[in-house]
């Protein structure tokens, strides 16, 4: 098994970059602590894809000694990269990320900018709020869906009166999201709008109606 690692551990220096992913992904699946080093060295790989599997690996494998060097990726020029530093270092519980995620904040890539607010979120950053108020009002949906479940999960009743407007969302999963977070809030000034939200006939989107319902009977019964 030795001699079968040390000889994976050396293509992950080969010229093909297919050669070098490959290795990566077998060492990866062997859970061969002994190559963190030379993963490390992957991050800054001339090819973007392998830096990117480089990433998952160490993120896998929970080297904490990675974080600065996944930080260091959150500035990549492949948005893609970026976005698997932001889920490495969230799996990682990097707070020390913290102020180099928010900078992601004002990516021009939205998934970049999702993945930053599911970070910050997920670590309990309650620095960001103010952003994520801003980001209410995002023109991408999947962002305002992420900064909605951000701010509910930091408990932020700050937000409370946007969330009731975006019942009204044009995006039937970012009102999903606004009215699961009403709830989970016990926001019971809400109750007036999930009944006129039932009572739309315009509202069709049936997984919609019944986040609303059970919304509703939850907050009448508290």
Same mark, same amino acid.
């Given at each position: 098994?030795? %001699?079968?690692?040390? %000889?994976?551990?050396?293509?992950?220096?080969d010229?093909?970059?297919?050669?070098r992913i490959?290795?990566? =992904?077998?060492?990866?699946d062997?859970?061969?602590?002994e190559?963190?080093?030379k993963f490390r060295?992957?991050? $800054?790989d001339?090819? =973007?894809?392998v830096? @990117?599997?480089?990433?998952?690996t160490?993120r896998?494998?929970g080297?904490?000694?990675?974080? +600065?060097?996944?930080?260091?990726?959150?500035?990549?020029?492949?948005r893609?990269?970026?976005?698997?530093a932001?889920?490495?270092?969230?799996?990682?519980n990097?707070? &020390?990320a @913290?102020?180099?995620?928010?900078?992601?904040? $004002?990516d /021009?890539?939205d998934?970049v900018?999702?993945? #930053?607010?599911? #970070?910050?979120?997920?670590?309990?950053d309650?620095?960001?709020?103010?952003k994520?108020?801003d980001?209410l009002n995002?023109? $991408?949906?999947?962002?305002?869906f992420? #900064?909605?479940?951000? /701010?509910?999960?930091?408990g932020?009743?700050?937000?409370?009166?946007k969330?009731?407007d /975006?019942?009204n969302? &044009?995006n039937?999963?970012?009102r999903?999201k606004a009215?699961?977070m009403?709830?989970?809030l016990?926001?019971?000034e809400?109750?007036?709008? /999930?009944k006129?939200?039932? $009572?739309? +006939?315009d509202?069709d989107?049936?997984d919609?109606r019944?986040? #609303?319902e059970?919304a509703?009977d &939850?907050?009448?019964?508290?």
């Amino acid at each position: 098994m030795q %001699h079968k690692i040390d %000889h994976l551990i050396a293509l992950l220096e080969d010229q093909s970059w297919v050669v070098r992913i490959e290795a990566i =992904w077998t060492l990866r699946d062997l859970g061969d602590k002994e190559s963190i080093p030379k993963f490390r060295d992957l991050l $800054n790989d001339e090819y =973007w894809l392998v830096r @990117i599997e480089a990433i998952r690996t160490l993120r896998d494998l929970g080297d904490k000694e990675s974080i +600065p060097k996944l930080i260091a990726l959150l500035d990549d020029e492949y948005r893609a990269v970026r976005r698997e530093a932001v889920r490495a270092l969230k799996k990682l519980n990097a707070k &020390e990320a @913290i102020p180099y995620l928010r900078d992601l904040l $004002n990516d /021009l890539d939205d998934d970049v900018r999702c993945e #930053a607010i599911q #970070a910050l979120g997920d670590l309990g950053d309650k620095g960001s709020i103010s952003k994520f108020r801003d980001l209410l009002n995002d023109e $991408n949906s999947s962002v305002r869906f992420k #900064a909605i479940q951000a /701010l509910g999960d930091l408990g932020d009743k700050g937000s409370i009166s946007k969330f009731r407007d /975006l019942l009204n969302d &044009e995006n039937s999963s970012v009102r999903f999201k606004a009215i699961q977070m009403l709830g989970r809030l016990c926001v019971k000034e809400a109750i007036p709008d /999930l009944k006129k939200l039932l $009572n739309d +006939p315009d509202e069709d989107d049936e997984d919609v109606r019944c986040s #609303a319902e059970q919304a509703l009977d &939850e907050l009448q019964r508290m």
